[in-house]
Protein backbone atom coordinates (compact mmCIF):
# COMPACT_ATOMS: atom_id res chain seq x y z
CA UNK A 1 0.00 0.00 0.00
CA UNK A 2 1.09 3.45 -0.94
CA UNK A 3 2.12 5.51 1.94
CA UNK A 4 3.50 8.79 2.91
CA UNK A 5 4.65 9.52 7.12
CA UNK A 6 5.68 13.11 8.10
CA UNK A 7 7.51 14.10 11.18
CA UNK A 8 7.05 15.93 13.14
CA UNK A 9 3.57 16.01 13.71
CA UNK A 10 3.88 19.96 14.44
CA UNK A 11 6.60 22.40 15.24
CA UNK A 12 7.29 25.59 17.05
CA UNK A 13 10.42 27.53 16.59
CA UNK A 14 11.28 31.14 17.36
CA UNK A 15 11.19 33.71 14.18
CA UNK A 16 14.22 33.91 12.18
CA UNK A 17 15.55 30.22 13.31
CA UNK A 18 16.08 27.30 10.67
CA UNK A 19 13.72 24.06 10.88
CA UNK A 20 13.50 20.78 8.93
CA UNK A 21 10.98 18.45 8.29
CA UNK A 22 10.58 15.15 7.46
CA UNK A 23 9.24 12.53 4.65
CA UNK A 24 9.34 9.15 4.22
CA UNK A 25 7.28 7.10 1.60
CA UNK A 26 6.33 4.19 0.03
CA UNK A 27 4.93 4.82 -3.12
CA UNK A 28 6.11 2.67 -6.35
CA UNK A 29 6.59 3.01 -9.38
CA UNK A 30 7.44 6.60 -8.05
CA UNK A 31 6.85 9.94 -10.46
CA UNK A 32 7.49 12.58 -8.39
CA UNK A 33 7.58 14.26 -4.96
CA UNK A 34 6.01 17.90 -4.00
CA UNK A 35 6.10 19.92 -1.00
CA UNK A 36 3.01 22.16 -0.46
CA UNK A 37 2.02 24.75 1.71
CA UNK A 38 -0.99 25.71 3.27
CA UNK A 39 -2.72 28.23 5.27
CA UNK A 40 -5.69 27.71 7.89
CA UNK A 41 -8.89 27.71 5.60
CA UNK A 42 -6.74 27.79 2.09
CA UNK A 43 -5.73 25.95 -0.49
CA UNK A 44 -2.60 23.69 -0.95
CA UNK A 45 0.22 26.10 -2.91
CA UNK A 46 3.24 24.28 -4.44
CA UNK A 47 6.60 24.49 -2.89
CA UNK A 48 8.70 22.24 -4.98
CA UNK A 49 8.25 19.16 -7.39
CA UNK A 50 11.33 16.76 -7.49
CA UNK A 51 11.61 14.17 -10.05
CA UNK A 52 13.59 10.66 -9.67
CA UNK A 53 16.85 12.38 -10.77
CA UNK A 54 16.78 15.74 -8.78
CA UNK A 55 17.86 15.46 -5.53
CA UNK A 56 17.54 19.07 -4.15
CA UNK A 57 15.20 21.99 -5.50
CA UNK A 58 15.03 25.45 -3.84
CA UNK A 59 12.65 27.70 -3.80
CA UNK A 60 13.61 31.16 -2.14
CA UNK A 61 14.01 30.10 1.62
CA UNK A 62 12.73 26.48 1.18
CA UNK A 63 15.01 23.88 0.31
CA UNK A 64 13.98 20.45 -0.64
CA UNK A 65 16.10 17.38 -0.81
CA UNK A 66 14.87 13.84 -2.41
CA UNK A 67 16.98 10.48 -1.96
CA UNK A 68 15.09 7.80 -3.89
CA UNK A 69 17.43 5.00 -2.56
CA UNK A 70 15.96 5.67 1.16
CA UNK A 71 12.63 7.17 -0.41
CA UNK A 72 13.13 10.36 2.04
CA UNK A 73 13.08 13.76 1.67
CA UNK A 74 13.24 17.03 4.03
CA UNK A 75 12.29 20.35 3.44
CA UNK A 76 14.54 22.88 4.61
CA UNK A 77 13.04 26.60 5.98
CA UNK A 78 15.45 29.33 6.40
CA UNK A 79 15.49 31.90 8.31
CA UNK A 80 12.35 31.54 9.49
CA UNK A 81 9.09 34.09 9.47
CA UNK A 82 6.17 34.62 11.52
CA UNK A 83 4.40 34.19 7.62
CA UNK A 84 6.05 30.48 7.68
CA UNK A 85 3.11 29.68 10.16
CA UNK A 86 1.01 26.76 7.81
CA UNK A 87 0.74 23.05 7.63
CA UNK A 88 3.30 21.69 5.05
CA UNK A 89 2.48 18.58 3.13
CA UNK A 90 4.52 16.40 1.14
CA UNK A 91 2.76 14.28 -1.68
CA UNK A 92 4.41 11.37 -3.31
CA UNK A 93 2.90 10.67 -6.92
CA UNK A 94 3.36 6.97 -8.81
CA UNK A 95 2.43 6.18 -11.88
CA UNK A 96 -0.22 3.53 -13.02
CA UNK A 97 -0.23 3.52 -16.98
CA UNK A 98 -1.90 7.11 -17.69
CA UNK A 99 -2.99 8.24 -14.48
CA UNK A 100 -0.31 10.19 -11.42
CA UNK A 101 -1.98 9.15 -8.44
CA UNK A 102 -0.86 11.35 -5.70
CA UNK A 103 -0.67 9.99 -2.10
CA UNK A 104 -0.80 12.87 0.48
CA UNK A 105 1.21 12.92 3.79
CA UNK A 106 -1.15 14.44 6.78
CA UNK A 107 1.31 17.57 6.85
CA UNK A 108 3.32 18.66 9.90
CA UNK A 109 1.59 21.83 10.99
CA UNK A 110 4.42 24.77 11.71
CA UNK A 111 4.11 27.54 14.48
CA UNK A 112 6.94 30.69 14.33
CA UNK A 113 6.73 32.57 17.33
CA UNK A 114 8.47 36.46 17.15
CA UNK B 1 -10.35 33.87 -14.11
CA UNK B 2 -6.22 33.76 -12.36
CA UNK B 3 -6.81 30.91 -10.04
CA UNK B 4 -9.11 27.82 -9.56
CA UNK B 5 -12.43 29.12 -8.83
CA UNK B 6 -14.35 26.32 -6.27
CA UNK B 7 -18.20 27.17 -5.41
CA UNK B 8 -19.95 27.50 -2.93
CA UNK B 9 -17.43 28.32 -0.38
CA UNK B 10 -19.58 26.81 2.49
CA UNK B 11 -22.50 24.39 2.07
CA UNK B 12 -25.05 23.31 4.92
CA UNK B 13 -27.08 20.30 4.49
CA UNK B 14 -29.21 17.70 5.97
CA UNK B 15 -28.37 14.30 5.64
CA UNK B 16 -29.76 12.41 2.57
CA UNK B 17 -29.90 15.59 0.44
CA UNK B 18 -27.91 15.39 -2.76
CA UNK B 19 -25.20 18.08 -3.42
CA UNK B 20 -23.09 19.57 -6.29
CA UNK B 21 -19.53 21.15 -6.00
CA UNK B 22 -18.45 23.17 -8.81
CA UNK B 23 -14.89 24.00 -9.82
CA UNK B 24 -13.97 26.54 -12.48
CA UNK B 25 -10.10 25.29 -13.41
CA UNK B 26 -7.36 27.55 -14.75
CA UNK B 27 -7.97 27.84 -18.29
CA UNK B 28 -5.87 25.85 -20.91
CA UNK B 29 -5.09 23.34 -17.62
CA UNK B 30 -6.03 19.91 -19.08
CA UNK B 31 -5.18 18.33 -15.94
CA UNK B 32 -8.22 18.24 -12.87
CA UNK B 33 -7.86 16.65 -9.62
CA UNK B 34 -10.70 16.56 -6.91
CA UNK B 35 -9.85 15.45 -3.07
CA UNK B 36 -11.19 15.38 -0.13
CA UNK B 37 -9.61 16.80 3.52
CA UNK B 38 -11.35 15.67 6.46
CA UNK B 39 -10.35 17.45 9.97
CA UNK B 40 -7.11 16.11 10.84
CA UNK B 41 -6.50 13.78 8.03
CA UNK B 42 -4.24 14.25 5.08
CA UNK B 43 -6.13 15.08 1.49
CA UNK B 44 -7.10 11.92 -0.13
CA UNK B 45 -7.36 11.44 -4.04
CA UNK B 46 -11.11 11.26 -5.23
CA UNK B 47 -11.02 11.65 -9.42
CA UNK B 48 -8.53 12.42 -11.87
CA UNK B 49 -9.44 14.00 -15.53
CA UNK B 50 -7.07 14.62 -18.11
CA UNK B 51 -8.05 15.97 -21.39
CA UNK B 52 -10.92 13.81 -23.13
CA UNK B 53 -9.54 9.99 -21.53
CA UNK B 54 -11.77 8.63 -18.85
CA UNK B 55 -11.20 9.94 -15.91
CA UNK B 56 -9.46 7.72 -13.06
CA UNK B 57 -12.02 6.98 -10.84
CA UNK B 58 -10.39 4.69 -8.54
CA UNK B 59 -10.24 7.14 -5.67
CA UNK B 60 -14.45 7.76 -4.95
CA UNK B 61 -15.11 6.16 -1.79
CA UNK B 62 -18.94 4.64 -2.67
CA UNK B 63 -21.07 5.26 -5.85
CA UNK B 64 -22.58 8.38 -4.12
CA UNK B 65 -19.98 10.12 -5.47
CA UNK B 66 -19.77 11.45 -9.44
CA UNK B 67 -18.06 13.64 -11.18
CA UNK B 68 -18.09 15.15 -14.77
CA UNK B 69 -16.03 17.29 -16.64
CA UNK B 70 -17.95 19.35 -19.26
CA UNK B 71 -16.00 20.61 -22.92
CA UNK B 72 -12.69 20.37 -20.56
CA UNK B 73 -13.01 22.93 -18.47
CA UNK B 74 -15.66 23.14 -15.46
CA UNK B 75 -16.18 20.61 -13.08
CA UNK B 76 -18.84 19.11 -10.84
CA UNK B 77 -18.58 16.93 -8.07
CA UNK B 78 -22.22 14.99 -6.58
CA UNK B 79 -22.66 13.28 -3.55
CA UNK B 80 -25.92 12.05 -3.51
CA UNK B 81 -28.00 10.76 -0.32
CA UNK B 82 -25.54 12.69 1.70
CA UNK B 83 -24.26 11.22 5.23
CA UNK B 84 -22.74 13.01 8.22
CA UNK B 85 -19.52 11.24 7.10
CA UNK B 86 -18.99 13.29 4.31
CA UNK B 87 -18.41 16.16 6.10
CA UNK B 88 -15.27 17.67 4.90
CA UNK B 89 -13.21 20.04 2.42
CA UNK B 90 -13.31 19.51 -1.02
CA UNK B 91 -10.30 20.64 -2.86
CA UNK B 92 -10.26 21.06 -6.52
CA UNK B 93 -6.76 21.27 -8.57
CA UNK B 94 -5.59 21.66 -12.17
CA UNK B 95 -2.75 21.54 -14.11
CA UNK B 96 -0.98 22.12 -17.74
CA UNK B 97 -0.07 18.45 -17.94
CA UNK B 98 0.13 15.44 -15.99
CA UNK B 99 3.03 14.15 -14.52
CA UNK B 100 5.43 16.68 -12.30
CA UNK B 101 3.86 19.67 -13.17
CA UNK B 102 2.58 22.02 -10.20
CA UNK B 103 -0.73 21.49 -8.98
CA UNK B 104 -2.85 24.67 -8.56
CA UNK B 105 -5.39 24.45 -5.87
CA UNK B 106 -9.09 26.22 -5.48
CA UNK B 107 -9.83 27.45 -1.70
CA UNK B 108 -12.44 24.17 -1.79
CA UNK B 109 -15.74 23.76 -0.71
CA UNK B 110 -16.13 23.06 3.34
CA UNK B 111 -19.21 20.61 3.54
CA UNK B 112 -21.31 20.12 6.36
CA UNK B 113 -23.87 17.25 6.51
CA UNK B 114 -26.55 17.92 9.80
Known amino acids: KNQVEQSPQSLIILEGKNCTLQ??????????LRWYKQDTGRGPVSLTIMTFSENTKSNGRYTATLDADTKQSSLHITASQLSDSASYIC?????????????FGRGTSLIVHP | GAGVSQSPSNKVTEKGKDVELRCDPI?????LYWYRQSLGQGLEFLIY????????KSGLPSDRFSAERTGGSVSTLTIQRTQQEDSAVYLC????????????FGDGTRLSIL
Open chain 2, 49 to 56: FQGNSAPD
Open chain 1, 91 to 103: VVSGRAGGSYIPT
Open chain 2, 93 to 104: ASSSAPGPQPQH
Open chain 2, 27 to 31: SGHTA
Open chain 1, 23 to 32: CNYTVSPFSN
